[in-house]
């Protein structure tokens, strides 16, 4: 999980201009590490854009969208339609948006609904795609409308433009911040919290996304045009043999047992698909959610004391803190049921050293473990090449 944006940025704007054809056949290829998660080709023919989306997480979806340009490059007219293939629990749908002077009309159509809305229309607004299903996230934004933003030009070094947009999914509208770094280089706001890093080439064109500083991990390439629709009937097959992607992250609940009570962690185990973890998807000094997707939380009815800190009975995130030195700091906060990007260092309870160690087999899953001896015991984090653990007991309980 990516537009007639040329209108809209000679207001805003200078811009650096290069030329390009306006007609071309183009394809995506986005990876999770080594697994393949989303494809994208394009189709651009004068005054009329296609394209078709797979998305494999957690299974197969097809998109395929179509934008209808006035001669001055902005969009008149966009659909999209989905298809869920082997993705359970979705019924197909179709969004059409126009876009007139003076009003915004989008008309979705889902499982015998029809539903109609409409936005008052901003300046040169733009249709838009990001997709993703359920706690974890196959998210992608549309190349191909990327490169209808950037068409008549990007950015100059260091200027910003916010983007007026309606998504071609919801019909909702919102604002997406285009940064220039540099002649080459673009940063899109990724839910204005980070940014995907774009590269664009001489003539204009995108020539690769990587989104590893955001939660999704996810690198993009630009490659030769291939029938992207014919390939998600193979990737559909092996959802159905248990052989797809499936979900990113699954949740997990491990229940450990200190003397007869129960100390329940909840978290989403993320996989390592052949990449490195610490340094690289878990960067030193920086807050980590200690899994994916939902902050991680423990709870307890009873006090706890956890790596010699008191922590009273209930429900807490937990965070760490992996550091270049080599040192894991534990953080336990107050604050729970948030997503997690959603840390707030004002609401820590308690921040304790975790002991470090090195597995000698790579372990593919991040897990989460408690370990119960009696009365106490230790918490194991481990993924890859790493194993934390911290001791954890029942308060005013010998062991």
């Not at 993705?87 to 969004?95: D, G, S």
């Not at 809305?117 to 838009?128: E, K, L, W």
């Not at 991040?366 to 993924?383: D, L, N, P, Q, V």
Request: include cysteine.
């Amino acid at each position: 999980m990516y537009r007639a944006i040329a209108s809209l940025l000679a207001l805003l704007v200078p811009l650096t201009a290069p030329h390009r054809a306006t007609d071309e056949r183009v394809a995506f290829v986005t990876t999770l590490g080594r697994d393949t998660v989303v494809i994208e080709s394009v189709a651009r023919s004068g005054n009329r854009l296609d394209g078709d989306i797979i998305v494999r997480v957690p299974n197969t979806v097809h998109f395929h969208y179509q934008v209808e340009l006035k001669p001055d490059g902005s969009a008149s007219r966009a659909t999209l339609d989905m298809d869920p293939m082997g993705a359970k629990n979705m019924t197909p749908r179709r969004t059409t948006i126009e876009l007139g002077a003076d009003s915004v009309r989008v008309t979705i159509d889902s499982a015998g609904q029809h539903r109609k809305m409409s936005h008052a229309s901003q300046n040169a607004i733009v249709p838009f795609f990001m997709t993703g299903f359920g706690s974890s996230y196959g998210l992608y934004s549309s190349m191909g409308l990327y490169e209808l933003y950037l068409e008549r030009g990007v950015p100059k070094v260091n200027d910003t433009v916010s983007v007026p947009s309606v998504d071609l999914a919801t019909g909702a509208v919102a604002k997406r911040r285009f940064i220039g770094r540099s002649a080459t280089k673009v940063d899109v706001d990724y839910f204005n919290i980070l940014w995907t890093h774009l590269t664009i080439d001489a003539s204009g064109q995108v020539a690769s996304a990587d989104a590893r500083e955001t939660t999704e991990k996810t690198e993009t390439h630009r490659t030769d045009f291939f029938d992207v629709a014919a390939a998600a009937k193979s990737f559909a097959a092996a959802d159905r043999s248990g052989k797809g992607v499936g979900i990113a992250s699954p949740n997990q609940i491990e229940k450990g047992m200190l003397g007869g009570e129960l100390v329940v962690v909840a978290y989403s185990s993320p996989r390592r698909r052949g990449r490195t973890i610490l340094g690289d998807v878990l960067p030193y000094d920086r807050v980590w959610r200690t899994g994916a997707n939902e902050a991680t939380t423990i709870v307890c009815d009873r006090d706890l004391i956890i790596g010699g800190a008191t922590v009273p009975a209930g429900t807490y995130s937990l965070w760490t803190g992996p550091k270049r030195d080599g040192t894991v700091q534990l953080i336990i906060n107050r604050q729970h049921g948030q997503w997690g990007t959603d840390y707030d260092p004002a609401q820590d309870l308690v921040r304790v050293p975790m002991k470090t160690s090195v597995l000698s087999v790579p372990q593919e899953n991040f897990t989460i473990h408690i370990e119960g001896m009696g009365k106490s015991g230790e918490m194991r984090m481990a993924w890859d090449t790493f194993m934390w653990t911290v001791p954890i007991s029942l308060k005013g309980v010998s062991s």
